[in-house]
T-cell receptor
Framework: ETGVTQTPRHLVMGMTNKKSLKCEQH?????MYWYKQSAKKPLELMFV???????ENNSVPSRFSPECPNSSHLFLHLHTLQPEDSALYLC???????????????FGQGTRLTVV | AQSVTQLGSHVSVSEGALVLLRCNYS??????LFWYVQYPNQGLQLLLK??????LVKGINGFEAEFKKSETSFHLTKPSAHMSDAAEYFC??????????????FGKGTKLSVKP
């Protein structure tokens, strides 16, 4: 399997549930990202991991908790979400260190999350 | 702070017609610039990128973009639209020297429709 793979593709959860999104990259990259894509809003960068260390957290609510156990895997743990958290969550990875601004990101297909 | 403006949230062209998707950026230094495409229920795929080499950049699927520093623009063009080009297109900027190196800032996207 190649590229960036996200599971599940679709997720419906209640506000009291706990769930996790998974991302796996087979590209040998060492930076991974979580983005949130809501309707009619720009893509929002949520978290960045470089060499398995979190280097950026863009003021994301604590109900979103990332985990990067190794350079190939990234998780987003979800708990007590709100309906406004419903969105497409995209994982991405890139080559080189986080400082390599000229390297493009490779995206997974996303997880469509609906909070009811 | 960097920003990206995509003029027109929705563009409609006829098959075979010229495609022009506009992107203007705001950056204190010459940035790196990217165009991504997103097909329905998919992640983002890189079309092309500008990283301070040639100002006219050719990408996949017959798309190209020209970096114009005087106009702070990076418009995406394709001479002849195909039905398969119907998708959403995102312009993104990355600051080579900023504190968030590698942090892509995305525009709000332009949805391209292609009429038969």
């Amino acid at each position: 399997e190649t590229g960036v793979t996200q599971t599940p593709r679709h997720l419906v959860m209640g506000m009291t549930n706990k769930k996790s999104l998974k991302c796996e990259q087979h590209l040998g990259h060492n930076a991974m990202y979580w983005y949130k894509q809501s309707a009619k809003k720009p893509l929002e960068l949520m978290f960045v991991y470089s060499l398995e260390e979190r280097v950026e957290n863009n003021s994301v609510p604590s109900r979103f908790s990332p985990e990067c156990p190794n350079s190939s895997h990234l998780f987003l743990h979800l708990h007590t979400l709100q309906p406004e958290d419903s969105a497409l969550y995209l994982c991405a990875s890139s080559q080189g260190s986080y400082g390599a601004a000229n390297t493009e990101a490779f995206f997974g297909q996303g997880t469509r999350l609906t909070v009811v | 702070a960097q920003s990206v403006t995509q003029l027109g949230s929705h563009v409609s062209v006829s098959e075979g017609a010229l495609v022009l998707l506009r992107c203007n950026y705001s950056s204190s230094v010459p940035p790196y610039l990217f165009w991504y495409v997103q097909y329905p229920n998919q992640g983002l795929q890189l079309l092309l990128k500008y990283t301070s080499a040639a100002t006219l950049v050719k990408g996949i699927n017959g798309f190209e973009a020209e970096f114009k520093k005087s106009e702070t623009s990076f418009h995406l063009t394709k001479p002849s639209a195909h039905m398969s080009d119907a998708a959403e297109y995102f312009c993104a900027v990355s600051d080579p020297y900023g504190g968030s190196q590698g942090n892509l800032i995305f525009g709000k996207g332009t949805k391209l429709s292609v009429k038969p």
